[in-house]
């Protein structure tokens, strides 16, 4: 597939009919919105994954967007206008990363996807044609999410000690909804070490992951908050520090023997005041 600026163009206009920003329509079809510029700059081009997705969360019709002359359909008007909020690819990657949690990325078909969609296979196919396409989509939409509690977890923290509390806080396993977040990532972190695009994508996200961490030491530690330390190499400790404890929580037994969400908290407050709260 040959890059077309007219196709470009097209793009452009689905994602301004939408009203969202670029970022935000990237999201929606689950696609790393570097790409979505290089392919609207013409220095990439389009899978037809992508614009199967881009059409169907845009409400157009995917012909129109490869150079038919029929123009855009409103998205009323057409059937794939009933798909969930955020559209169909949203929705499937979320329905996938749902069953991941509870089954683990190998045991799950497609056929368990389209039920939890209540669509077809087909429908899965057509957004994301392989397996692949699929547990790169779900690890970004994981990515995204992660980063987003972050951002608004830390949003009203007093100072930079609050901040780094809140961002170990955010870690811990303790409820249902933490556990199910990290039982994902466990199970995607496997699938990382076979894959290189998602070991790619895992490697960026650790790497934004430890300079928040970083970032956060840095200003503590301007600020008299922390003590003079390496922010990229103190951040590295915590966060594989953070890891590891999770990692035993979740493989604790249920009657509760083993490393519990408490035991990790006071691990890992006690590693922060021993290494870098300022006395």
Avoid at 23 to 38: C, G, Q, T
Avoid at 95 to 109: K, M, N, P, Q
Avoid at 118 to 131: E, K, L, Q, V
């Amino acid at each position: 597939m040959q890059h077309d600026p007219e196709v470009a163009d097209r793009v452009r206009k689905v994602i301004s009919d939408a009203g969202v920003t670029q970022r935000e329509f990237a999201r929606r079809i689950v696609m790393d919105p570097s790409k979505l510029s290089r392919s609207l700059g013409g220095t990439r081009r389009f899978t037809a994954a992508e614009l199967a997705r881009i059409a169907d969360t845009g409400g157009v019709d995917a012909g129109w967007l490869l150079g038919a002359a029929r123009p855009p359909e409103p998205a009323a008007r057409r059937e794939r206008a009933v798909a969930p909020e955020g559209g169909r690819p949203l929705q499937i990657v979320r329905e996938t990363v749902r069953l991941i949690a509870e089954r683990g990325f190998h045991a799950v078909r497609v056929q368990d996807i389209a039920a939890a969609c209540d669509t077809s296979t087909a429908a899965i196919h057509y957004h994301f044609p392989g397996r692949d396409d699929l547990l790169e989509a779900a690890v970004r939409w994981c990515m995204d999410e992660d980063t987003a509690r972050r951002a608004a977890r830390i949003a009203d923290a007093a100072d930079t000690a609050d901040e780094l509390r809140q961002l170990i806080e955010l870690q811990i396993p303790r409820t249902p909804q933490q556990r199910w977040q990290w039982s994902v990532w466990l199970d995607l972190w496997a699938e990382a070490a076979r894959s290189t695009a998602v070991g790619r994508l895992h490697a960026d996200y650790y790497r934004q992951w430890r300079t928040t961490v970083a970032d956060v030491i840095r200003r503590g530690t301007a600020e008299g908050v922390f003590r003079p330390a390496d922010p990229e190499a103190a951040a590295l400790r915590l966060t594989a520090l953070i890891d590891g404890l999770a990692t035993q929580v979740l493989a604790s037994a249920p009657d509760g023997t083993g490393t519990g969400p408490y035991d990790m908290h006071e691990a890992l407050t006690a590693y922060v005041d021993a290494t870098l709260t300022a006395h």
